[in-house]
């Protein structure tokens, strides 16, 4: 089983679209969390932190549940811009090493 | 102040030859990080360097993989013998630390072709 499992999609939304990415992660020692976005497989780029209160940023919104073990991200209101391969990262502190789920592909349409 | 910095940003050898990848940590970073990305596949962890020392090289291929950071300049992931397999683009990454808020930046990458 990997360690972090993501759905690949791909996703096709329209813009305007609410999308939602959903992601697994097997060790329970896993301590920080993270949703990077990476476009046409260009450098990965923090999207935005996941804390288990949960956290919004913009359109935004990313949901931690320990007890699953499951992450999640919502996109509002999609833009054309929204496009890309998104991330789930998972790490310890102390740790050092990120681990990357596969990505899932996101293409928004007009 | 300047992200990090890798270079070359396209490397092309020949199987058999040797490939030398640089990176340039963020100012203020004294942590850095070599990731791999194989064709369709996601980023795998390789290597994770300190100043002079190397803290988890748990990714890193036994053979013909090194890395190294050097208390001046820049950091070098080296393969000698390329292979076809080898293809790919490696990203490096640093941090300022290993703390709860030390988020890794990543470079633009170098993507390696091996004919």
């Known amino acids: 089983r990997k360690e972090v499992e993501q759905d690949p999609g791909p996703f096709n939304v329209p813009e305007g679209a609410t999308v939602a990415f959903n992601c697994t992660y097997s060790n329970s020692a896993s301590q920080s969390f993270f949703w990077y976005r990476q476009d046409c497989r260009k450098e990965p780029k923090l999207l935005m932190s996941?804390?288990?209160s949960g956290n919004e940023d913009g359109r935004f919104t990313a949901q931690l549940n320990r007890a699953s073990q499951y992450i999640s991200l919502l996109i509002r209101d999609s833009k054309l811009s929204d496009s890309a391969t998104y991330l789930c990262?998972?790490?310890?502190?102390?740790?050092?090493?990120?681990?990357f789920g596969q990505g899932t592909i996101l293409t928004v349409h007009p | 102040n300047a992200g990090v910095m890798q270079n070359p940003r396209h490397l092309v050898r020949r199987r058999g030859q040797e490939a030398r990848l640089r990176c340039s940590p963020m100012k203020g970073h004294s942590h850095v990080y070599w990731y791999r990305q194989l064709p369709e596949e996601g980023l795998k962890f390789m290597v994770y360097?300190?100043?002079?020392?190397?803290?988890?090289e748990s990714g890193m291929p036994k053979e013909r993989f090194s890395a190294e950071f050097p208390k001046e300049g820049p950091s070098i992931l080296r393969i000698q013998q390329v292979v076809r397999g080898d293809s790919a683009a490696y990203f490096c990454a640093s941090s300022p630390g290993l703390s709860r808020g030390d988020t890794q930046y990543f470079g633009p990458g170098t993507r390696l072709t091996v004919l």
């Open positions: 996941v804390y288990s």
């Open positions: 360097l300190q100043k002079e020392n190397i803290i988890d």
């Open positions: 990262v998972v790490t310890r502190w102390s740790y050092g090493k990120l681990t």
